[in-house]
Antibody, heavy 121, light 107 residues
Framework: QITLKESGPTLVKPTQTLTLTCTFS??????????VGWIRQPPGKALEWLAL???????RYRPSLKTRLTISKDTSRNQVVLIMTNMDPADTATYYC?????????????WGQGTRVTVSS | DIEMTQSPASLSASVGDRVTITCRAS??????LNWYRHKPGRAPEVLIY???SLQRGVPSRFSGSGSGTDFILTISSLQPDDFGTYYC?????????FGQGTKVEIK
């Protein structure tokens, strides 16, 4: 059974740094053709892709947020960590991690349930 | 960024109805188009990938079609469990982008 679970703070203050952890089971992130990404959804808005790390440790970031994001993987602990600096109330959202497979393109085939993050002083 | 536009924004249909949701890309994305369903409080799930490939375990009443800029998700016979918000997503270029969603309600 493949599962992913997001964890992290539910409340952060403006300008603080957010650290989110995705812990997964039933899949490997040490092979080619797979990855784990982070996607968020602000209240009432569309899903927004943030970052992705592939099994070969290649990384991709949303260009508009690239200076604020860092993604990393710890294969031995089955975890992927997303760090977002200089948080703003506009970053209030539910944050999801998702497993990516490369097949006829890229698709997020398994998702976590999400973790809600509020940015407020 | 490639903009994905879905229509309608919401729909209400009866069990057994045929339902179609459309998704249009702001530029050609070949067949790099995925469809997801998201139910409140649950993890999103992929239904269709590469425009027309059915994800393993997804009922065959779901189908996808299209290429280039115009895509369609069809539910051939709506079932009570099919409620939720449906999203299209392009994987043609970085950043991957999603449509605004289509909320499906069961009458």
């Amino acid at each position: 059974q493949i599962t992913l679970k997001e964890s992290g703070p539910t409340l952060v203050k403006p300008t603080q740094t957010l650290t989110l952890t995705c812990t997964f089971s039933g899949l490997s992130l040490s092979t080619n053709g797979v990855g784990v990404g982070w996607i968020r959804q602000p209240p009432g808005k569309a899903l927004e892709w943030l970052a992705l790390v592939y099994g070969n440790d290649d990384k991709r970031y949303r260009p508009s947020l690239k200076t604020r994001l860092t993604i990393s993987k710890d294969t031995s602990r089955n975890q992927v960590v997303l760090i977002m600096t200089n948080m703003d109330p506009a970053d209030t959202a539910t944050y999801y991690c998702a497993h990516l497979k490369l097949v006829l393109g890229e698709v997020f085939d398994y998702w976590g349930q999400g973790t809600r993050v509020t940015v407020s002083s | 960024d490639i903009e994905m536009t879905q229509s309608p924004a919401s729909l209400s249909a009866s069990v057994g109805d045929r339902v179609t949701i459309t998704c249009r890309a702001s530029q050609s994305i070949s067949s790099y188009l995925n469809w997801y369903r998201h139910k409140p409080g649950r993890a999103p799930e992929v239904l269709i990938y590469a425009a027309s490939s059915l994800q393993r375990g997804v009922p065959s009443r779901f189908s996808g079609s299209g290429s280039g800029t115009d895509f369609i998700l069809t539910i051939s016979s709506l079932q009570p469990d099919d409620f939720g918000t449906y999203y299209c997503q392009q994987s043609y270029s970085i950043p991957p982008t999603f449509g605004q969603g289509t909320k499906v309600e069961i009458k």
